[in-house]
């Protein structure tokens, strides 16, 4: 599904759901999921535990002139059902675009996961300007899907 504003990708991944709940709720495992190839390592994070969180990352991108570092605000936590953060560039509060992993058990050894980068919420006219959402592409979702199936059967 995709709007002008959010993209989402489905897949089944041949995993129990809080097998694939535990990769996504610890930070140290975004590197390897990352379809887009923004993320280089952890700045700071424990494992995800409830709403008000905040990860750091460390990026890199042209969009943001080469490295540079994020805070995500935990916005949704489910143990085993949902995970959501909202990105901004470290030190400021979240501009609009938020990350959901919804994730429902299809049987003992099966996840449906949802993951959608949804940017509805940017209101910034400077930022819409400088950022061209989606700065991810449904692709580069789609991928992030295969890789965390890939780390489900590691």
């Known amino acids: 599904m995709s709007d002008n504003t959010k993209i989402t990708v489905e897949r089944t991944i ?4 809080d097998a694939v709940f535990e990769i996504l709720s610890n930070p140290q495992r975004h590197q390897e999921l990352d379809g887009s190839g923004f993320i280089r390592s952890v700045d700071h994070a424990d494992r995800i ?14 969009h943001m002139g080469g490295e540079y570092k994020t805070d995500n605000h935990v916005s949704g936590f489910a143990k085993d059902k949902l995970l959501a953060w909202k990105t901004a560039p470290a030190g400021t509060e979240p501009p609009g675009w938020e990350w ?24 910034d006219k400077k930022l819409l300007e400088k950022v061209k959402f989606p700065l991810v592409s449904k692709d580069e979702l789609s991928d992030t899907l295969a890789r965390l199936a890939t780390a489900t059967s590691a």
């Open 14 to 17: 041949d995993a129990p759901v």
């Open 49 to 62: 535990q409830k709403v008000g969180e905040v990860f750091t990352m460390n990026m890199q991108g042209e």
């Open 100 to 123: 959901l992993w919804e994730l429902e058990s299809q049987g003992p050894n099966e996840t449906l996961v949802r993951h959608t980068y949804d940017w509805s919420k940017v209101t």
